[in-house]
């Protein structure tokens, strides 16, 4: 069986181009780590308007998910106006 695929989806404030400049390295990075782990398979914000952004995870558990939004400095400085996790069930393409 595979590992489980989960979804996370990101609304953003308004202007979070702007606003977003001096957690983006941190933000960044975190995602890079997640990616070099095999846990993050894709990431990036939606374009125009940017206004929020999704990141696909391959993750045995949820909390793993949950974990990196508990640290993730765009939520943490409140770039992020809400955020949820939905699991993915792949049915065409890789998986």
């Known amino acids: 069986m595979p590992t489980p695929r989960f979804i996370l989806l990101y609304d953003y404030v308004e202007d979070v181009v702007e606003k977003r400049a001096p957690f983006r390295r941190d933000h960044l990075a975190l ?3 997640y990616l070099a782990r095999g846990e993050l ?3 990036g914000a939606f374009a125009d308007p940017v206004d ?3 990141f696909v995870f391959t993750v ?21 106006t809400s955020w949820y996790i939905k699991e993915w069930s792949v049915v065409v393409g890789s998986h």
Request: hydrophobic share 45%.
């Open 60 to 80: 045995e558990d949820r909390k793993q998910v949950e974990s990196f939004v508990a640290a993730d400095p765009y939520v943490v400085h409140g770039l992020v």
């Open 52 to 54: 929020g952004a999704a």
């Open 31 to 33: 995602a890079n780590e």
């Open 41 to 43: 398979e894709m990431a």
